[in-house]
């Protein structure tokens, strides 16, 4: 199967979910099921915070292009963790990716910034949100920058990296003049002398 791109979704956080289970001093653990096409796939499980409940978790889903031409949406179901009892889904997160699809395969690359998504409960009102970023890469976008990463690598120089160092730390000093002149100052004197 030749990959036509690759989908990649950033999971970020849910906000403000309806809890499965009504333990107010137990604390929440949630993960997320990715279903996109005929793939699935878990996030890490997480505990939330207060209101919200943090992942930052990637997932990268290479489509071929029978894949690309049919995939409409992304279903998210956020699931609420029990020691005692079945996972249980909290809701679900419908995300329609075939516009960012086609559209990123005609400009080889498409990034959605992270923006919130409505969970949508069991008896179809809303309650919370998942953040959620989306980025569609092309395969000719994929394989320009597998050589761009191939010829970019300098050479490596010694003492480049006290150099990067230095510049990392003091980013407002101009150590480069402060150095080239030094070095200028003692060799330009002695040649100054031999010319005349």
């Not at 499965?20 to 996109?36: D, N, Q």
Request: net charge positive.
């Amino acid at each position: 199967m030749e990959t036509r791109g690759v989908l990649e979704l950033l999971l970020v956080n849910a906000e403000d979910l309806k809890h499965a289970h009504h333990h107010p001093r137990r604390s929440k653990r949630h993960y997320v099921t990715i279903e996109c096409g005929g793939k699935i796939v878990n996030s890490k499980i997480t505990q939330g915070i207060g209101k919200k409940i943090w992942w930052n978790e990637k997932f990268r889903f290479p489509l071929s292009d029978a894949e690309c031409k049919e995939l409409e949406k992304v279903t998210l179901t956020t699931m609420e963790i029990d020691k005692f009892a079945q996972d249980t889904p909290v809701g679900e997160t419908k995300v329609h990716v075939g516009e960012i699809i086609s559209e990123g395969s005609e400009r080889e690359f498409l990034q959605m910034k992270p923006a919130p998504y409505n969970v949508v409960l069991e008896d179809g009102t809303y309650k919370g949100v998942l953040k959620l970023g989306i980025k569609f890469i092309s395969s000719a976008s994929l394989a320009a920058s597998a050589d761009t990463v191939r010829w970019s690598a300098p050479a490596r120089q010694p003492g480049v990296g006290y150099g990067l160092l230095v510049n990392l730390a003091c980013p407002s000093i101009p150590w480069r003049r402060l150095f080239f002149f030094c070095s200028r100052s003692s060799g330009g004197g002695q040649s100054g002398e031999k010319d005349m």
